[in-house]
């Protein structure tokens, strides 16, 4: 599932299979939060099934919400302007940090 990861196209399959060994699946439950805004960046998650609400809030806690990412997509923990939240059912991301 790796190879459809738009940053690892040109990887090898040897390649792949090793990030895909070295990687761990967590399932979050529904209004998980699953990166807080300024979370160091220590983390590169791939969403495998469900979906994550990407929101930032304001000072008097009104939630705007800047998008909604499903299977396929990356979410980089870039040192987190927004927090990151499994809305529906339940988000399996696959951390791609061996140190998780």
């Known amino acids: 599932m790796l190879d459809q990861v738009e940053i690892f196209h040109g990887l090898s399959d040897e390649e792949l ?3 895909e060994g070295s990687s761990t699946t967590r399932a979050f439950p529904k209004n998980t939060v ?4 300024n979370d160091p960046a220590d983390s590169l998650f791939f969403i495998e099934s469900g979906k994550v609400k990407v929101y930032c809030s304001d000072k008097n806690g009104k939630e705007f919400i800047m998008n909604t990412l499903g ?26 940090n061996s140190a998780s």
Do not use: F, Q, S, Y
């Open 34 to 37: 699953v990166i807080h805004e």
């Open 17 to 19: 299979k090793a990030l």
């Open 71 to 96: 299977p396929g997509i990356t979410l980089v923990n870039w040192r987190c302007w927004m927090t990151r939240l499994a809305p529906r059912r339940c988000a399996r991301l696959k951390n791609l």
